[in-house]
């Protein structure tokens, strides 16, 4: 049993119990023998330093985790928790939801569209985004960090409830890209007020 849990892992078990089984019984050392014996104890001692080291890595995580808490952070940290949260479950909920939205709206006028549609309308909405990124890295600094991110998620935020009055599917489309548009910026300054805070 405990040849099985040491060598196991590596996959070459029934070797590893062959050549310890003719140590065992006292037949005679040979070269390649050795050189399997030894290609195991390495192959072993490789999976243990690669457990040890992902072991190493949770715990660090781990432990940069229970820092964000201390008394010194936790307001930032909820503080961003309470923002990021629903900004990234918001987007991309919608942008999850939105295509199977633009169906709906498509069978309810009898527009028939063929399959690759869906492609080409999520590239025009992601292509939205373009644009505000580029505006938000080159103005951001003079507008303002906070203006700017409030700008956006009161837009963002406005273009959502104004889906529903619209019954066209290719307005739906180009609502959809202002969505985008205006959400792009929320992105951009949470990842620079995020290390600023």
């Known amino acids: 049993s405990s040849i099985n849990a040491e060598y196991g892992d590596v ?16 037949v005679p050392d040979t070269q390649d023998e050795l050189c399997v014996l030894k290609r195991l104890i390495e192959d072993t001692s490789k999976v243990a330093q690669h457990r040890q080291n992902i ?16 008394r010194r952070l936790l307001k930032t940290t909820l503080i961003l928790i309470a923002v990021i949260l629903p900004v990234h479950f918001g987007y991309y909920g919608f942008m999850l939801w939105f295509p199977e939205y633009l169906a709906n709206q498509s069978s309810k006028e009898g527009t028939i569209r063929p399959p690759e549609w869906i492609y080409i309308e999520s590239f025009y909405v992601s292509l939205a985004s373009l644009p505000t990124n ?13 203006r700017l ?13 104004l889906l529903w009055k619209l019954d066209n599917p290719d307005w739906t489309v180009v609502l959809s890209c202002l969505f985008n548009a205006v959400t792009a910026p929320v992105f951009c300054m949470l990842d620079t007020i995020i290390p600023a805070l």
């Open 55 to 70: 072991g190493d890595m949770i715990c660090e995580f781990l432990a940069g985790n229970v820092k964000l808490f201390r």
């Open 134 to 146: 580029i505006f938000t890295i080159l103005l951001s600094d003079k507008i303002g960090h906070s």
């Open 11 to 26: 996959g070459r078990k029934d070797e590893a119990i062959t050549v310890i089984r003719r140590y065992v019984e006292g």
């Open 149 to 161: 991110l409030s700008a956006s998620l009161v837009l963002s935020a406005g273009s959502v409830f």
